[in-house]
């Protein structure tokens, strides 16, 4: 079975490829290739994977490309990580919004939207070029924004796009470890948008235990969206909602942390990356150890900036292992062999969340066999979240609606309706500002 990956001079291949290493059943990945426009990068890579892959009996051959179309040609699954801009477009995504002084993060808000306005297109390329030279592949799509660009893709692939994220996985491996339960044998109800979910039970032999950890302010407070929201929040809520909603809930708090940082987290993984593909120049250099170093430095860091504005401390060491990697190969199995499964993925809503319609792209728990990916039907949400989850959604729709007119006015309204942009005038400077620091928005007009 052929595996190709999009963005595979990335840094965290490896964590896929090490997933594929374990997988030993039969009808297995035993191929994957690689892409990347930058012809180095996927040099470095291919050097991590050929140590982890030593002393592996029949490891999946691997083979590096800079040409799509030869890459996709006749492939079983596409694993979609591309970084559109790098992460320089991060950085300066970043930094435009906090010269607004509104959130700057790649997924939230103002940087969310300007990463998809410049990603949207490439990946909306991507789709047609993959229905037409691999008509039969699944596309696993990671890309940031996750659920924006898996939408996007989906309205030319329909329900053969599917969109992972490691963070409700996470999350529910998180609340079941407090309670004591086996994360593998608990029901998690999580219901949203990409980075904008919420859980709201967790089941455990057709009991819900969610109402014993809000009514306990130790177990409350013993772990990350504990000590990041506080107890009493959660409590108010009723519900422990991913990490990525503290940028709204706690908005102010954010952008004066990250306005305050030394560096944003896109100039530090910019600065962080760029000594790793330095120093995988040097031949000598042992590949997998300085990857695993730098993988770990980059792991201890995440979300750094709300951590220390909440006064949560340093993540918990259970916390800096991944998960997304565990997540796309579950995915390809259930597919691949009919392995039926249970995973939070971001799919068509069809009929599960009646406030949207059938096609918007949403966060939730799926029925997974060769079929595909079927949503549960889940319990609506309550007034503030539907709220939210709406809002984002319309935003979601503008930036799509951009991207396909090159309407410049079109882009402005996305900036303006988001829920952390709190002026039209502030949306305009936005929109001025990008497109002058990202080539990528010229065809914005």
Not at 119 to 129: L, Y
Not at 136 to 158: C, K, Q, Y
Not at 183 to 200: F, K, M, S, T
Not at 242 to 248: K, P, Q, R
């Amino acid at each position: 079975m052929k595996l190709t990956i999009l963005g595979g001079g990335g840094f965290r291949v490896p964590l896929v490829y090490g997933a594929l290493l374990k997988d030993r059943a039969e009808g297995r990945v035993t191929r994957v290739v690689l892409h990347d426009l930058d012809a180095a990068r996927l040099s470095a890579v291919t050097r991590v994977l050929a140590e982890q892959a030593a002393g592996v009996p029949d490891a999946p051959q691997v083979s590096a490309t800079t040409d799509l179309d030869e890459a996709l040609r006749g492939t079983d699954f596409v694993f979609s990580a591309i970084r559109v801009g790098g992460l320089e477009g991060r950085a300066n995504d970043e930094r435009v919004a906090l010269a607004e002084g509104v959130l700057g993060q790649e997924t939230v808000g103002a940087g969310g939207i300007a990463y998809g306005l410049r990603t949207v297109p490439v990946a909306v390329d991507i789709a047609r070029r993959v229905a037409r030279l691999a008509p039969d592949a699944w596309v696993i799509n990671f890309t940031n924004p996750a659920g924006l660009v898996t939408e996007a893709m989906s309205r030319h692939l329909g329900e053969r796009v599917i969109g992972i994220c490691d963070s409700p996985v996470g999350l529910g491996r998180r609340i079941a470890r407090v309670l004591g339960a086996n994360p593998q044998e608990a029901w998690i109800d999580y219901v949203g948008l990409n980075h904008l979910g919420w859980v709201r039970g967790l089941r455990v032999a057709g009991r819900d235990e969610l109402p014993r950890l809000l009514a306990d302010p130790d177990l409350l407070g013993s772990f990350e969206e504990g000590k990041l929201f506080g107890a009493d929040w959660l409590r108010s809520l009723g519900a422990i909602p991913n990490e990525y909603l503290h940028y709204y809930y706690f908005n102010r708090e954010a952008v004066r942390a990250y306005q305050q940082a030394e560096k944003t987290r896109g100039a530090f993984l910019y600065d962080q990356q760029a000594r790793f593909y330095a120093e995988m120049r040097n031949p000598g250099a042992s590949a997998w150890k300085v990857w695993d170093d730098t993988r770990a430095e980059r792991e201890a860091t995440y979300m750094a900036e709300n951590r220390e504005s909440a006064g949560a401390g340093e993540r918990d060491e259970d916390d800096l292992s991944g998960g997304y990697e565990k997540v796309a190969l579950a995915l390809m199995r259930a597919i691949a062999r009919n392995e039926r499964t249970t995973l939070i993925l971001n799919v068509r809503n069809r009929h599960t969340l009646s406030v949207l319609d059938t096609d918007a792209v949403i966060e939730v728990p799926c029925l997974v066999d060769a079929g595909g990916a079927h949503p549960v039907t889940v319990d609506p949400l309550p007034d503030h979240a539907t709220g939210l989850v709406c809002a984002v959604k319309a935003v979601e729709r503008e930036v799509l609606a951009a991207a396909e007119s090159g309407s410049r006015a079109t882009a402005v309204k996305a900036f303006a309706l988001h829920p952390l942009v709190d002026s039209v005038g502030v949306a305009r400077r936005l929109v001025e500002g990008y497109t002058q620091v990202h080539p990528g928005l010229a065809y914005l007009r």
